[in-house]
């Protein structure tokens, strides 16, 4: 329940920091749900035969991770190079999703990120993902696109979005099928 909150009152600050009202984006993600995911990655004798998770981005709107703290995994994708995100001790990895880069008209963008094994010792990731009720409607506000700021992304369902993440298998550049 606390990190649903943090959650929430992360939305509500990336809100007032595009100039919208702090709760815009909370209205038009509605109800939203709650998934969370314990990621356990055994060693493995050969990592670079692997990935724990391969690279991709997160169809939902944030993602807050609990990263274990023996154990680095979490590599982000900056300026076309993986960096590894090491583990803080009291601290939680938020990561963007590509509803909040729709919602902004692109000016926060998605993480791309993915987990490597170790080939020593096993690791574990708690997940938090704040997810759009399946009926929003993601359009990026008309306070983004005033102006004469053109819209980057059409109007979408976000359950049409949801299913096509997991259809595709992690397919790179989902949210590009969605560009104007």
């Avoid at 649903?4 to 509500?12: D, F, I, P, V």
């Avoid at 004798?45 to 997160?58: I, N, R, S």
């Amino acid at each position: 329940m606390e990190v649903r909150k943090l959650g929430l009152r992360l939305q509500e600050e990336i809100s007032r920091s595009l100039g919208l009202d702090k709760d815009c984006l909370k209205n038009i993600l509605g109800e939203q749900g709650q998934h969370m995911a314990m990621n356990y990655y055994p060693a493995c004798p050969q990592p670079e035969l692997t990935y724990g998770l391969p690279a991709h981005t997160d169809p939902n709107s944030l993602t807050i991770l609990l990263q274990d703290l023996q154990v680095a995994g979490l590599q982000v994708l900056k300026d076309g190079k993986w960096l590894a995100i090491k583990p803080h001790p009291n601290a939680f990895v938020v990561n963007i999703g590509d509803q909040i880069q729709a919602l902004s008209n692109g000016r926060y963008k998605s993480v791309w990120h993915r987990a490597l094994v170790n080939a020593d010792k096993p690791r574990l990731s708690i997940a938090s993902f704040l997810c759009p009720c399946d009926t929003a409607s993601i359009s990026a506000p008309k306070a983004r696109t005033g102006g004469g700021e053109r819209s980057i992304y059409r109007d979408f369902a976000y359950a049409e979005y949801y299913n096509k993440f997991w259809s595709g298998n992690l397919e790179p550049e989902r949210l590009e099928l969605y560009k104007n």
